[in-house]
């Protein structure tokens, strides 16, 4: 599978990232899969509620909730296709408990990515060669894998996104009120409860979509 992200979505978890250099933030992926060319479009991203740390960031459940639901409602043919989150100075890769999370979202969505960016050297140069991200997914033998990833050009898409995302332009605060909260996690086992309630209620509402 490769993945295709278009400018819109990259340039809104970009300048998300670069809202605060000193804890992670976070995000979900709106896009679509394209099964007879096995490639995962990524057309926009939107944010919410969540808890963070310098080494960790858990989006909230009913951000998840709400953004699946505003999704089947406002943007027919897509829905949520993975999560983005950044690592502010040490590099792109998953972490056990950022592992654990992507299983998660595969159990949403089986082709569902993450998408991890590094700000720290864009930020101090904003030269786009130092513009850092990688996308992942968990493979069927459970190894993390890197998704070769395209940036998007086709014109009509690049310009159906575009015009669908305006309004989502500052990035949209879905679930409970804008909210970032600075937590201190160090043990897996401290990981917030399971997805199965929003899993559930995603599947539910996209067999009836």
């Known amino acids: 599978m490769r993945a295709r992200i278009y400018p819109l979505a990259i340039g809104k978890v970009i300048k998300h990232t670069l809202s605060n250099l000193e804890r992670e933030v976070a995000g979900l992926l709106i896009g679509k899969y394209l099964k007879k060319k096995d490639v995962l479009e990524i057309w926009d991203a939107v944010t919410g509620a969540q808890r963070a740390s310098s080494g960790f960031v ?43 999370t992507q299983k998660r979202y595969q159990m949403m969505f089986p082709k569902a990515v993450a998408l991890v960016v590094d700000p720290v050297d864009y930020a101090r140069t904003r030269r786009l060669r130092d513009l850092k991200f990688k996308v992942f997914r968990i493979n069927r033998k459970g190894k993390v894998v890197q998704v070769r990833t395209t940036i998007g050009i086709h014109r009509g898409k690049v ?31 401290s990981l917030p409860p399971s997805l199965s309630s929003v899993i559930k209620k995603f599947k539910e509402k996209l067999a009836r979509s």
């Open 159 to 189: 310009l159906e996104s575009t015009i669908q995302g305006m309004e989502l332009v500052e990035l949209k605060y879905l679930g409970a009120p804008r909210r970032v909260e600075e937590i201190e996690i160090y043990e897996e086992s």
């Open 58 to 100: 858990y989006l909230d459940e009913n951000t998840i909730a709400a953004a699946a639901d505003w999704v089947l409602r406002n943007r027919p043919g897509l829905y949520i296709v993975g999560w983005y989150h950044s690592h502010p100075g040490f590099s792109l890769f998953l972490s056990a408990i950022d592992i654990e």
